[in-house]
Nanobody, 124 residues
């Protein structure tokens, strides 16, 4: 089992920045792909970004591309999502997820473990 804990969410004005963290514990000695997803009230959960274990391969949703950077520190078992130029439409609960055999990084069903989420609210 892997436990994931997100942090770094909060209230920020439009145009501001936040850095979300996803800390893993438990069976962390495996080569997990980690993804970030978000869910706004009344909407489906959607893919935001993902990173392979090596850190060399990253993937982004079009909605955040150019404004966000995903990175990881495997020594600390932590993945980060730096979000800049935030917009009110970025408001959502952000979840991190991990999976060992993730083929489709944007598909939530490919991930095995999920965190509880952290709220991001962007005011206009």
């Amino acid at each position: 089992q892997v436990q994931l804990v997100e942090s770094g969410g909060g209230l920020v004005q439009a145009g501001g920045s936040l850095r979300l963290s996803c800390a893993a514990s438990g069976r962390t000695g495996y080569r997990y792909t980690v993804g970030w997803f978000r869910q706004a009230p009344g909407k489906e959960r959607e893919f935001v970004a993902a990173i392979r274990w090596s850190g060399f391969m990253t993937y982004y949703a079009d909605s955040v591309k150019g404004r966000s950077t995903i990175s990881r520190d495997n020594a600390r078992n932590t993945v980060y999502l730096q979000m800049n130029s935030l917009k009110p439409e970025d408001t959502a609960v952000y979840y991190c997820a991990a999976g060992e055999g993730v083929e489709r990084t944007s598909q939530s069903s490919d991930y095995d473990y999920w965190g509880q989420g952290t709220q991001v609210t962007v005011s206009s």
